[in-house]
């Protein structure tokens, strides 16, 4: 198949799931592509955008709805036309969100815990809070005790004030531990976190879009348009995967983790169609200024920097993901 069949076949895929979260999609949308540019933008602008992928200007009415009904997004009208951004909270929610996506090195793990106990709260409040970190990719140590071993107390402070469950948690960090991957370590993140389930969800990642990868290699004709398209679902269905991914350091991993490969695999193909891409944005995104300005600084460090040439030569030499 060629690369704009895969690309085809890709759209398919998506429009066929059930429900069809359009939500998430356009949340996927403003952190990759309107973020950057300021966060702003025309409703008109948006339905555009996700109209190639099947989504309907009612579907998008009804997504962005609920959206600022959820406190992600607010509106502002300005005559007829609606503009629409993050609000504070969901700005917050997105940095969490999209802050290990683009980013190619995981710090070190110090052997420290980020453990929270979760009994002292009311039935109804404990259930928020605990898919809540679920959502930012917590384990469950024991009912009512979750934790992670990159998060940090004073990350996790503010949300839990925002949550209304700062009186009633109890959070606290272990000290770091000189072996950090004892036998028994490894089997409790094995119940606290299903990296069976995680790998599966790498491995359906990488059969999704490494055929699209290989055929770029040969023949590269997307349009921007396309590029776009491409670039959206990429990092949407990477980020869905993310979410559940607490990153483990790689002593508590297997030899063979899948999420190594599909993190090379991201960077490769982003690299790639970015630019073409950002030639689509640059021309059909508005706010009530007009155009959108152009992506900032931040942007172009993604993925380890998007404007480094050499390093987009060596992608095509990468057996990783071949």
Not at 71 to 97: D, H, I
Not at 192 to 202: A, C, D, K, P, V
Not at 224 to 247: G, S, V
């Amino acid at each position: 198949m060629t690369a704009k069949s895969q690309l085809e076949l890709l759209v398919k895929n998506f429009q066929k799931k059930r429900p069809l979260r359009a939500g998430s999609l356009i949340i996927t949308i403003y952190g990759d592509a309107i973020v950057p540019r300021g966060g702003n933008v025309w409703l008109g602008s948006l339905m555009k955008l996700v109209e190639p992928m099947g989504i309907s200007q009612r579907l998008v009415r009804t997504s962005v709805y609920r959206l600022v009904q959820e406190s992600w997004l607010q509106t502002e009208k300005v005559g007829r036309c609606s503009y629409y951004s993050l609000t504070g909270p969901g700005l917050r929610r997105f940095e969490q969100a999209f802050q290990h996506v683009y980013n190619l090195d995981t710090e070190e793990w110090s052997g420290s815990w980020c453990l929270v106990y979760l009994n002292q709260l009311s039935p109804e409040l404990r259930q928020k809070v605990r898919e809540e970190l679920k959502w930012l990719s917590f384990g469950s140590m024991a009912p009512g005790l979750m934790e992670h071993p990159r998060f940090t107390r004073s990350e996790l402070i503010p949300m839990l004030q925002e949550w209304g469950a700062l009186d009633d948690t109890i959070v606290m960090q272990t000290m770091p531990m000189e072996q950090k991957s004892p036998r028994a370590l490894r089997l409790q993140v094995r119940e606290s976190w299903n990296l069976e389930e995680l790998g599966g969800r790498y491995r359906r990642f990488l059969s999704q879009f490494r055929p699209l990868w290989r055929e770029l290699q040969t023949e590269d004709t997307l349009s921007p348009e396309e590029c776009l398209i491409l670039r959206i679902l990429l990092i949407h269905e990477y980020r869905k995967i993310l979410l559940r991914d607490p990153l483990l350091p790689d002593e508590l991993l297997p030899g063979d983790w899948e999420g190594r490969s599909a993190k090379q695999l991201c960077r490769n193909l982003y690299r790639q169609i970015y630019a073409r891409a950002e030639q689509w944005l640059d021309a059909n995104l508005e706010n009530a200024s007009g155009p959108l300005p152009g992506p900032g600084e931040k942007f172009y460090k993604r993925f380890g920097g998007l404007r480094d040439t050499a390093a987009q030569t060596d992608l095509r030499t990468e057996p990783e993901v071949l």
